[in-house]
């Protein structure tokens, strides 16, 4: 059974940095992604960040620059280094995880509970 468990969330000023934590259990790593998602209030979730098991990552321009995503393939660990916070990156961020199937990826199959990052002026 796979379980992806954030934490690391929590309350920071406008310039501050956080940084999340995914830890993944019963995961088969692979060719397939994992990344980040975030849900502002009232709005609908959105992409983040994605990152492949060699390594290589992709961002969504808000945050271009600014975060940076990682996987500890030793311990089976997501993260979101997040520096430079603004007020708008406030929302619940949430990990999240393709399921590899049959030589392919099943988008986003497997996610998270999330947890809230709220940042203030």
């Known amino acids: 059974q796979v379980r992806l468990v954030e934490s690391g969330g929590g309350s920071v000023q406008s310039g501050g940095s956080l940084k999340l934590s995914c830890a993944a259990s019963g995961y088969i790593f692979s060719s397939c992604e994992m990344g980040w998602y975030r849900q502002a209030p009232g709005k609908e979730r959105k992409l983040v960040s994605r990152?492949?098991?060699?390594?290589?990552?992709r961002y969504e321009d808000p945050v271009k620059g600014r975060f940076t995503i990682s996987l500890d393939n030793a311990t089976n660990t997501l993260y979101l280094h997040m520096n430079s916070l603004r007020t708008d990156d406030t929302a619940v961020y949430y990990c999240?995880?393709?399921?590899?199937?049959?030589?392919?990826?099943?988008?986003?199959?497997?996610w998270g509970q999330g947890t809230q990052v709220t940042v203030s002026s």
């Open positions: 990152i492949r098991h060699d390594g290589t990552s």
């Open positions: 999240a995880a393709d399921r590899p199937r049959e030589g392919r990826c099943v988008k986003w199959e497997y």
